[in-house]
């Protein structure tokens, strides 16, 4: 797997956006990842997105290539002779998440 991280800033960065200039600008590329994460851990990450002050819009682009992330639900059984459910692949060839000065998040 391979992961790179940029983070620009100032007169340089004024060429993604305006707000960039200002703010700065990350870019994320994650190429040939394969993970495996519990579904416990994403409702877990639901305070630390929450929060009173609205943050700085920051200008980004997230570039995923090739990549399947697998879930599985590690909550207790409903009924006890369940076998419980079937965990969920996530396939990825190649998807990118750019945000805006507008703050809204673009999937393509």
Request: net charge negative.
């Amino acid at each position: 797997p391979e992961v790179c991280l940029r983070l620009e800033s100032g007169p340089c960065a004024a060429a993604h956006s305006p707000l960039a200039e200002r703010n700065g600008f990350l870019r994320v590329l994650l190429h040939s990842c394969s993970t495996e994460l519990c579904t416990s851990c994403l409702t877990s990450l639901a305070p630390f997105l929450e929060d009173e002050i609205i943050p700085e819009v920051i200008p980004m682009e997230i570039e995923v290539v090739d990549a399947k992330i697998t879930l599985k639900d590690d909550s207790p059984p409903v009924y006890p002779t369940s076998p419980g459910p079937v965990p969920i692949t996530l396939a990825m060839d190649h998807v990118v998440v750019r945000r805006r000065d507008d703050g809204i998040f673009y999937l393509t």
